[in-house]
């Protein structure tokens, strides 16, 4: 009960000691999926493991906004639309492979995972994602390990970024990243924010190896999202510096174990759970206030943060401070402001979300007009400097470019990891 009155304090009591250094950066992209820890089994009391409903007052935000009308390309892995949980969630999507299978083919299991944290129904014993009434539209792409033996499409995040930004979709979700960016990506991205699309991406899960800043969470157009555990403490593998601009939960949580969807593992899920639960919070935000820009539900997002630290300054560690959409949607805290600003840049951005193209973009392989679009029309299934950081109690209410110069020449390796 506690935890709850405190969960729209503005203010904390105590602040963070991590001790973290900052770390020289490094070039060396890592392979490995990081989510943390050795995973154990999940039991069959799912929603006893979801702390971060609780933490974020779900079951009274639902009363008001559920995240209908709202639609969030999740560029992954791929998504499964045929768990339980996300059955008559998921939109038909688009493929950036070039690999065989489409946006629905999960090759990894982190995509699905990410989908059923932002709009999982929790049927059939599954995630409960934070804004279940949301749209999931599937971006997949290829990540380092699945590249290693295929013939990929290298610039296939770029393209996913492109085709979210031309589609009915009013966010961005990419838990995935790396130490290199190039222009093609930046170009991507503030294409994206010229859409009027609100963009988050995992800033990384290497503060204890190196804290060199990931893309595309280190563009300025994108919100760069940390990982907390449940006290509202800083993951100790979260990165930190400027890069960071809001923080959400994200350790001891649920995911799928791997591609085969046969069970779900308990471990850290990484800035990449944090970054899908923020786009929840976002979707739950934006569903309350329609006729907001990304602009204002930005906005309020930072306005409401959870945070300890004064409100003109921002945590290396937790940026504006922890997601709490509860201040806004219950309480109705929070100064969109100016719907034309961005709170990230303080530059004038496209007054409003434009209509959807109907284009569909070159690459996909599901090319619908009506899912360009955004079309609420399931797929086969039923239906981002100050050096603050905190402590504060129960408050809490990508993919990569390396570019390769040789004699002049360009040459590009791709690698990307989940966050």
Partial sequence: MAGMLQARRRFGAHPLKLGLTRALIVSSVSALVVFGGTPAAVGSDMRSKLWYLDALEAEEIWKTARGEGITVAVIDTGVNADTPSLKGQVLKGFDFTDVDGDATDDYGGHGTT?????????KGDGIQGLAPGVKILPMRVPDEEFAKDKDVNLWGEEDAI???????AKIISLSMGGEFSTERQQEAVRYAQKKGKLFFASV???AKDGNAKEYPAAHPEVVGVGATDRNGKVSDYSQNGDIVDLAAPADNLPRWCDETFQSYCMGDGGTSSATAITSAAAALIWSAHPDWT???VLRVMFDTAGRDWPDDEVSKYLGHGLIRPAVNILDGEGDPGDPDISPLTNKRTTPKTPNPSPSTPAKSKAGDDAVAAGSEEAIASDSKTGDGSSSLPLIIGGAALVAVLLGGAAVTARRRRAS
């Avoid at 990410?114 to 929790?122: D, Q, R």
């Avoid at 492109?162 to 009915?168: H, I, K, L, V, W």
């Fill in 162 to 168: 492109r085709a979210a930004a031309d589609s009915g």
């Fill in 294 to 296: 990304a602009n204002q």
């Fill in 204 to 206: 990384g899960n290497n």
């Fill in 114 to 122: 990410m989908a059923e944290l932002i709009a999982g129904t929790g």
